[in-house]
């Protein structure tokens, strides 16, 4: 079977010469999360509006159920906007100010009746009595929720989650990873997760793509990588997790990168993460690796630990 | 330990019904104060509260700041005191940012305003901090726009922009939740050596609990617009008193402990606010309730009493 969503060497430059994505390619079926990672400004965001089509790629492809969907006009990308989702990582920003909740989950089409939004509203932890305020009488975890339930209003087959549960507290959060679960399980949707919190990421997803500076460093089953990380960022991320225990917080050891991370307009030659590596060598300096496979899962690095 | 900012028995109403009802905590000088708690309990508001940020709200209650009553200060005197003495972190980055002003038009701003300084040094300046909140390449990126930020970029500017009127009371809200782990530890290092430096009083609102853990000295967590439990940090994470906090504590996810499978959740959905459960605002998702079917959570509220409102203290733990 093909796969739902096919992304194949995707760039992107901004003006000023920033490569924030910089060949950046994966694949996911239908049914299937695949969470995306890294440091701030690594290109995760970028990525994500690459798919949905809110930026057009500089470069590579975007296949999405079949078509190739990277270059097509927004009209007639309108009949595919269903199927497509995207939760936006700044939750207040991405709500019209001037719409009810309702009316921004139900959408300029109106998918969804007075009841079904509700009880929209309902699955994602809110009720009858927020369907008729606007976005500024909201919290900031509420506010996050409206944008995941105008998502799925849309019955989609692929949601791009970014940052999706950030603003939520755990209890909440626990509730919404389950319900998003949940859905594929029913409907066998499909998810590319964005998140920072490595935690969460190993809940909801299949498999796990680590990106630093525009590209994709490590690629891979979950387990395999969290267990066994074979790029030495993917180790310093998964060192620096922070844990929900005072005594162990105290004696952990992290790994602490070496040096700022670099700037995308000018990436350093040869690995882009040599400057920050404790094991860099000549190579590193002079040879870009390319992803290959170690022990299991898809790493670029010279000397994979 | 000197007190810096005493908030006593705090509420704030809007049309839609009352946010806030019956917050009290104290922050001290060289310390931080956690905040946790439910989405919508009131962690932001009560914050808002404290900096006079409400426009369309009735706020009642006291809040001292430096021995100054701020509940009915002039705006003018609480403008001047958020330029120079009081600054805050906001949840919501981009819409609390310009999009027509550079990030270090920005930043530099405040920092004229509070140390009457020149355009060119508040530049530098600008720049500086940008650098300590781990932007790379500073002095090319000051000129940038917000939207040509990443979100977690912009959170940053956000925090530069709090620390460079170099405040006494520091208030984060969700200062990093937009942050990777590595950068997230760069900035709690940052905000803890400032504190240590000036003695600045820190509250950290925060969803984060690893967070908590390893920056407060204290926590408060909030339930339904009230602090529910108000302890020092270790005794929070170890013992928690509250059923809420105790539910919040098992809904952690952590990859430590292998991962994958669903997450625990606390049963049951958040309080209205324009219905508010009578009695004990848990007690319908209370599994002491649930147990014992004690008929005063339904009918009596508790009181705050020695850090804890529950009927049945101990009985979470
Ligand atoms: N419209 C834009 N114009 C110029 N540069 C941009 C624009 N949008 C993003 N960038 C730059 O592209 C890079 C990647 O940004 P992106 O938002 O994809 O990061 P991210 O991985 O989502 O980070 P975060 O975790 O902080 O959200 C950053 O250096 C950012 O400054
Ligand atoms: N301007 C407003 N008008 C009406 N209701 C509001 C307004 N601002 C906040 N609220 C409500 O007040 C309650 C408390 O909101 P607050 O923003 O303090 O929550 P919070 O604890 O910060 O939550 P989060 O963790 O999601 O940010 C929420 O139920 C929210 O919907
Ligand atoms: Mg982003
Ligand atoms: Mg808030």
Do not use: W
């Amino acid at each position: 079977m093909s796969p739902l969503l096919d992304v194949n060497d995707l760039r992107m430059t901004f003006r000023g010469g920033v490569r924030a994505v910089d060949g950046v390619s994966f694949s996911v079926r239908q049914g299937e999360t695949l969470g995306l990672v890294g440091e701030s400004g690594c290109g995760k965001s970028t990525t994500g509006r690459m798919i949905v089509r809110l930026l057009e790629p500089s470069g590579g492809q975007v296949t999405f159920d079949g078509r190739d969907i990277t270059h097509v006009s927004r009209r007639r990308l309108l009949p595919l906007r269903g199927d497509l989702q995207m939760v936006f990582q700044d939750p207040f920003t991405s709500l019209n100010p001037r719409r009810t909740a309702a009316q921004i989950i139900s959408g300029p089409r109106r998918l969804l009746d007075r009841d079904g939004t509700i009880a929209l509203l309902e699955r994602v932890g809110l009720g009858a009595e927020h369907a008729d305020r606007y976005p500024h009488e909201f919290s900031g975890g509420q506010a996050q929720r409206i944008g995941i339930a105008r998502a799925l209003a849309s019955r989609p087959k692929l949601v791009i989650c970014d940052e999706p549960v950030s603003a939520l507290d755990v209890s909440i959060q626990a509730q919404i990873v389950n319900l998003l679960r949940k859905l594929q399980e029913e409907e066998g949707l499909a998810y590319v997760f964005i998140a920072h919190d490595l935690s969460v990421v190993a809940h909801m997803c299949d498999r796990v793509a680590v990106m630093y500076l525009g590209r994709i460093v490590e690629i891979g089953d979950r387990k395999t990588v969290y267990a066994d990380p074979a790029h030495p960022y993917t180790r310093a991320l998964v060192s620096a997790v922070p844990l929900p225990d005072p005594d162990l917080e105290q004696d952990r050891e992290r790994i602490v990168l070496l040096g700022d991370p670099p700037n995308p307009a000018s990436p350093p030659a040869g690995c882009t993460f040599n400057p920050r590596c404790a094991k860099a060598q000549n190579i590193c300096r002079q040879e870009a690796p390319v992803l290959r496979l170690v022990r299991g899962r898809q790493a670029a690095c010279h000397f994979p630990d | 330990m000197t007190a810096l900012l005493q908030v006593t028995d705090l509420r704030v109403t809007f049309a839609a019904g009352t946010a806030v009802d019956g917050v009290s905590f104290t922050a001290h000088q060289g310390r931080t104060l956690g905040i946790v708690g439910e989405s919508g309990s009131g962690k932001s508001v009560s914050s808002l509260a404290v900096m006079g940020l409400h426009r369309n709200a009735i706020v009642e209650g006291s809040i001292v700041f430096d021995g100054e009553e701020l509940v009915g200060a002039s705006p003018s005197r609480l403008r001047a005191l958020r330029g120079s003495r009081m600054s805050m972190i906001f949840q919501d980055p981009l819409s609390s940012l310009h999009p027509y002003y550079t990030v270090g038009e920005q930043i530099a701003e405040g920092y004229r305003l509070h140390a009457k300084a020149s355009r060119r040094a508040a530049r530098e300046r600008a720049v500086e901090m940008l650098a300590d909140v781990g932007i790379p390449s500073p002095r090319a990126r000051v000129a940038d726009y917000p939207h040509q930020f990443s979100g977690g970029m912009r959170q940053r500017v956000m925090i530069a922009m709090a620390l460079v009127c170099e405040p006494d009371l520091l208030i984060a809200d969700e200062p990093t939740t937009a942050l990777d782990v590595t950068i997230q530890a760069q900035i709690l290092e940052l905000i803890k050596k400032i504190q240590e430096e000036r003695g600045v009083a820190v509250i950290m609102i925060t969803h984060d609990l690893g967070v908590v853990a390893r920056v407060a000295d204290e926590v408060m967590v909030m339930y339904g617009g009230a602090p529910v439990e108000h302890a020092p940090a270790r005794q929070v994470f170890k013992t928690p008193g509250h059923p809420y906090t105790r539910g919040l504590l098992d809904s952690i996810p952590r990859h430590d402990l292998g991962g994958g499978g669903p997450l625990q959740a606390i049963p049951g959905s958040p309080p209205s606010l324009l219905t508010p459960p009578q009695g004990c605002r848990f007690h319908p998702r209370c599994p002491i309730y649930a147990r014992a079917s004690a008929e005063i959570c339904a009918t009596e509220r508790p009181a705050f009493i020695a850090g804890l409102a529950c009927h049945y203290p101990g009985a979470a733990t």
